[in-house]
């Protein structure tokens, strides 16, 4: 399935979670068994050279992803979470909301110096969670070799926040 056909599977949700948000609903393309493997193809298909040992799915929308990838690739998955929600013992890293803070955690074991570590969430919008998980992986030793998106808000200007790093959305809203 090409680009384009994957895009018109997206719905638009006007004023969710608030006014004047409009909201990319992933959940109808999620449901289109052709298209959410051809999302997971694209994806994949990227990164089978890059030996990932790891791949880190963002809470909670880039554990769908994460799973199917780490799947895909024969890697290991690994969830990164909001504080207090991983049992084990965990690293913390804070990041700015648009209004307000919070914190992202990971286990401290969870990735071993030098493991290659392919990062995945639904969306890339300011760059902010994206970038404290890659801080993550970073202070655990692990060596990103890319942070892969189904959608980018362009506008948002998110890879502004994550330079050196590689890249991947399969669609871009400008």
């Not at 289109?32 to 963002?58: N, Q, R």
């Not at 780490?70 to 909001?82: I, M, S």
């Not at 993550?136 to 942070?147: K, Y």
């Amino acid at each position: 399935m090409n680009l384009v056909e994957l895009r018109s599977k997206i719905r638009d949700i006007k004023d969710f979670p608030t006014e004047g948000i409009l909201f990319k609903d992933i959940t109808t393309l999620l449901k289109d068994g052709p298209a959410w493997a051809s999302v997971i193809d694209h994806l994949a298909a990227k990164y089978h050279t890059a030996l990932v040992d790891v791949v880190v799915g963002v809470e909670s929308r880039g554990f769908i992803f994460g799973g199917a990838l780490a799947h895909q690739l024969k890697a290991g998955f690994v969830p990164v979470r909001k504080r207090g929600k991983l049992p084990a013992k965990t690293i913390e890293e804070e990041y700015a909301l648009e209004y307000g803070r919070d914190v992202l955690a990971i286990h401290e074991d969870a990735i071993r110096p030098g493991q290659k570590v392919l990062v995945v969430d639904d969306l890339l919008a300011t760059g902010g969670t994206m970038a404290a998980t890659l801080r993550l992986v970073e202070r655990l030793g692990g060596t990103v070799v890319g942070a892969a998106f189904l959608i980018e808000l362009g506008f948002l200007k998110g890879r502004e926040r994550l330079p050196g790093y590689d890249l991947e959305s399969l669609i871009v809203y400008e």
